[in-house]
């Protein structure tokens, strides 16, 4: 083998890239899994709960260009008769309190870090 | 053909994917089994296929020359395309492998009018090249929140960058659609120009069809037909820390997306693909164009047999040069006539 003392250094860095995942999972522990807090005011979502796990944000997207841009209606009901205000702060907030045991649970988990904060109000988190 | 053969080879594996991920035992086959499998063989094979170029010796010093070489002190070098020295060649490496330096040098032959023949600049196949690899690092980098928990900062940092332009929800991810654009470029590219259309093979035409259904199936999942990104990441981080657990909710387009990152994965270090690693293994690149310099010694050579000089060539063959009327360096020895002379004379008796 020619140039030992270059290429085996190189295959270690390639191989230490490429494992980063698994040293990184063996030097730090992993936080719980998501578990966000279930309303207690209320029994159903706006949609399937199935629906909402994977597309909630498509939703909010919906309502918010309805509203925003043409003036779409702000009440809406659940499935099973439920009233609710088709808004972020007043509506999603109203049934779902934290922010911070709900949303934040299942987003700090996958990395998103949504922006609507910027302009939107949190809930004021009781603990 | 090889065009349809390639993309038929990329839509089978599809159709696998997806029915087999549906039949008893096909998530964990397809889930897990598969893809430690394919990770194993990506990086026992690649490091074989490097050890491999390793062991084959460089007989010549061949750096490809891109500029003016070293020469008399006023004659400028150019250091950067035609290094001397390793310094030079460091600097030479970082520009190919980071900027694709021997790309941004491609030119165009046309024939004109005349005929005449002209060669332009062509840098399409660096810009759409480079954007394709770059785009392709971030969004594998940015894959890492599937893999890591907690998330190190520069995901999230890139995270940040790429959906920088905040349209819709989830957020448009600008690297997807300059991947997609750039794959879609280089495959025009083969199929446009003819005489690239004419030397391009299966094996070129089936990576780019495996990248545009892993672009294709990433970009469906996360906005069109959105899947549970939750229950995706304890598989996904349950791989990495070897407890993988597949939730009910991980639906058939994600076996197809991981079946196809699977294909990839063992697949690269027996195609092309391997440039990666050759790269710093290719010898015009790598070596420093110091050959009036330094003596490059062919490792092949057999060592009894000793470096036989002009002028010791000369040495032994000095007599028949001259007798046959060869310029020589240095004269015959003047004639001592009397020996010759008393052996070549007839007796006189």
């Not at chain 1, 709960?49 to 009901?77: A, C, P, Q, Y």
């Not at chain 2, 050890?51 to 061949?62: E, G, L, Q, T």
């Not at chain 2, 892993?214 to 304890?234: A, C, E, F, N, Q």
Request: glycine share 8%.
């Amino acid at each position: 083998m020619y140039d030992k003392g270059k290429i085996i250094p190189g295959l270690i860095v390639f191989v230490g890239l490429v494992t980063f995942p698994i040293w990184y999972g063996l030097a730090t522990t992993a936080g719980p899994l998501p578990n966000p807090e279930k309303p207690t005011n209320a029994k159903e979502c706006v949609e399937p709960v199935e629906f909402m796990r994977s597309s909630h944000m498509v939703l909010l997207n919906e309502w918010r260009d309805n509203i925003v841009r043409s003036g779409g209606t702000r009440k809406g009901t659940t499935a099973d008769g439920t009233e609710y205000v088709r808004s972020l702060q007043k509506g999603c907030m109203n049934c779902h309190t934290s922010k911070k045991k709900f949303c934040d649970e299942c987003h700090t988990y996958a990395a998103v870090n949504p922006y609507c904060w910027d302009c939107h109000i949190q809930p004021k988190e009781t603990n | 053909m090889k065009v349809l053969q390639a993309l038929g080879i990329v839509l089978a594996l599809m159709l696998v994917a997806y029915v087999g991920a549906a039949l008893p035992g096909g998530r964990t086959l397809f889930g897990v089994v598969l893809p430690y499998l394919a990770f194993a063989i990506f990086i026992i094979f690649f490091i074989a296929k490097v050890m491999d170029w390793a062991k084959s010796p460089v007989p010549f010093r061949i750096p490809t020359t891109g500029g003016q070489a070293n020469s008399l002190p006023w004659i400028k070098q150019n250091k950067l395309d035609c290094p001397s020295t390793t310094l030079g060649v460091i600097g030479r490496m970082l520009l190919e492998v980071f900027l694709f330096r021997s790309l941004f040098r491609n030119t165009q032959a046309e024939v004109h009018e005349g005929p005449k023949l002209a060669y332009g600049s062509s840098k399409f196949l660096w810009l759409f090249g480079i954007l394709f690899h770059y785009s392709f690092l971030t969004v594998a980098l940015r894959h890492l929140r599937l893999f890591t928990d907690p998330i190190p900062a520069f995901v999230h940092a890139l995270e940040f960058g790429d959906g920088f332009m905040q349209v819709g929800a989830p957020v448009l991810y600008q690297t997807d659609l300059v991947f997609m654009a750039a794959v879609t470029f280089l495959l025009l590219r083969r199929l446009v120009l003819p005489n690239i259309r004419y030397i391009s093979l299966v094996a070129d035409y089936f990576p780019l069809f495996l990248l545009l259904g892993i672009g294709t199936t990433g970009i469906l999942m996360r906005y069109v037909l959105r899947v549970d990104v939750v229950s995706i990441k304890m598989l996904t981080h349950g791989l990495v820390t070897f407890n993988p657990f597949i939730a009910e909710s991980v639906t058939g387009i994600f076996f197809v997306h991981l079946f196809l990152i699977t294909v990839l994965l063992a697949y690269f270090p027996f195609s092309k693909l391997m440039h990666a690693g050759g790269v710093f293994l290719s010898p015009t690149r790598n070596m420093a164009n110091n050959s009036r310099m330094v003596r490059h010694i062919n490792p092949w050579n057999d060592p009894s047999i000793k470096p036989h000089s002009y002028a010791g060539y000369e040495d032994d063959f000095r007599e028949f040069m001259v007798e046959a009327g060869l310029p020589v360096d240095k004269e015959l020895p003047p004639k001592e006539e009397a020996p010759a002379a008393e052996g070549d004379a007839p007796a006189e008796s």
